[in-house]
Structures are given as structure tokens and as C-alpha cells.
């Protein structure tokens, strides 16, 4: 079974510019997390998706940050526009449901520098 | 606020030896505790987690010890190899995974 699947693997972007960031879960995880991992920092979640509902965005910056699931299934993280302190590696994770203690499977992460 | 933090930044032990890394937590009301370990380039691994109705929880090669008095917790690896080489993240949740507050990690180096 395919894990947690996550592209770019790595970005380099000028200050000020947009980024994006994609994920597709393991099939049949209906909940889905972005992460922010500083380096030598634990992840901090930044979005929890429920199927197509954010049930949990209250850590996204939402003046720069922006997330969708349409479908229900990948989703998209955007940053516009990126500052220098955005630096950091993006990490998705999925989970099979809600509310209970599924384990979290997590994907390579998107190593963004900006620049 | 709440936090979850790790006593020893870096680990260093030798092939065969047993691991204990540590890691204390603020939040008395947590009631789930994982332990996750990342190699590089890779994203964090789940390896065993733990209820706060539970002292001790074992699985293969791994043991995780919570003490709810001083709010404390412990991954123990016994018969550490190479392949343990890691950074090794606690986590603590509350009523569920939904929400794991991270700690800030443990480098293990273990040599040969």
C-alpha cells in the first residue's frame, strides 16, 4: 500500500513569491493534517481536514496561508506571498477517521527555502 | 501554554546497548502520549503510544514508560542497532489524536 504521497520533495523560492504544496493521502484516510516542522522542532499543525472540511485551521496563518480538499481526497497548501521566515519543512499526514486515536501517518515532507 | 519537552537533545550509545530517551509534558490533562521517529529526509514514523490509564506499554524491542506523578515519559529501545538512528519526537494528545502537541526531538546516534 502506497503511503502518504507528497510533491515537490523540495522548493526554493524567492521572498515574496507564491508556493504550493500538494499531498495525496493513503486511500481511504478520510482525514487529512498539514504540518510545519521547523529544523530540530517537533511538527506544529497548522490544518485538520474531515473529508472536505477544515475542522481545525485555528494555527494557519490565514492572512499568507491557504489550504483546500476539495474532493475529499489530496489537497493543496499555498503560501502567497512566502516570507523568509516560512522556511521549513511542510509536512502531510493522514488518518482513517476522526475522533479516535488512529495513528497519523505521515509523508516525506516538502523542504521549502526561501529566499 | 501547553508544551511536551525532551530532557537530552543528543543521545549517543553503542550498537547492542539499551536506549532510554526522555521526555516531560506540562499538560496534566492529556491523556495520550506517542512517541515518533523521524530519519532524514523522511517523515515522522509512529512506534508505540500509550493511554494515561497505563504505566507501561512494551512492543518489539521498545518500551514506553509513563509516570502521571511527575509527568513524565520514557521510550526505552533494548538491543539498540544502527537502523535506530534517528530523531525521536514525543507527543502528547488529548481525548484523541486529532490534536498531538509535538516535543522538540532527540538526536539517537548509535555506533558501532
Known amino acids: 500500500e502506497a503511503g502518504v504521497v507528497q510533491s515537490p520533495r523540495y522548493k526554493i523560492i524567492e521572498k515574496k513569491q507564491p508556493v504550493a504544496f500538494w499531498c495525496n493521502p493513503i486511500?481511504?484516510?478520510?482525514?487529512l493534517y498539514w504540518y510545519l516542522q521547523n529544523l530540530g522542532q517537533g511538527p506544529e499543525l497548522l490544518i485538520r481536514?474531515?473529508?472536505?472540511?477544515?475542522?481545525?485551521d485555528s494555527q494557519l496563518p490565514k492572512d499568507r496561508f491557504s489550504a483546500e480538499r476539495l474532493k475529499g481526497v489530496d489537497s493543496t497548501l499555498k503560501i502567497q506571498p512566502a516570507e523568509l521566515g516560512d522556511s521549513a519543512v511542510y509536512l502531510c499526514?493522514?488518518?482513517?477517521?476522526?475522533?479516535?486515536?488512529?495513528?497519523?501517518?505521515f509523508g516525506p515532507g516538502t523542504r521549502l527555502t526561501v529566499l | 501554554g501547553e508544551s511536551v519537552g525532551l530532557h537530552l537533545p543528543t543521545l549517543s550509545v553503542q550498537e547492542g546497548d539499551n536506549s532510554i530517551i526522555n521526555c516531560a509534558y506540562s499538560?496534566?490533562?492529556?491523556?495520550?502520549f506517542i512517541w515518533y521517529k523521524q530519519e532524514s529526509g523522511k517523515g515522522p514514523q509512529f512506534i508505540i503510544d500509550?493511554?494515561?490509564?497505563?504505566d507501561k506499554r512494551q512492543g518489539q524491542r521498545v518500551t514506553v514508560l509513563l509516570n502521571k506523578t511527575v509527568k513524565h515519559l520514557s521510550l526505552q529501545i533494548a538491543a539498540t542497532q544502527p537502523g535506530d538512528s534517528a530523531v525521536y519526537f514525543c507527543?502528547?494528545?488529548?481525548?484523541?489524536?486529532?490534536?498531538?502537541?509535538f516535543g522538540a526531538g532527540t538526536r539517537l546516534a548509535v555506533h558501532p
Open positions: 499526514a493522514s488518518s482513517l477517521d476522526q475522533g479516535t486515536t488512529d495513528t497519523q501517518y
Open positions: 486511500s481511504g484516510h478520510n482525514t
Open positions: 481536514y474531515e473529508n472536505e472540511e477544515a475542522v481545525d
Open positions: 499538560n496534566s490533562a492529556s491523556d495520550y
Open positions: 500509550i493511554r494515561s490509564n497505563m
Open positions: 507527543a502528547e494528545a488529548t481525548g484523541g489524536y486529532n490534536k498531538l502537541i
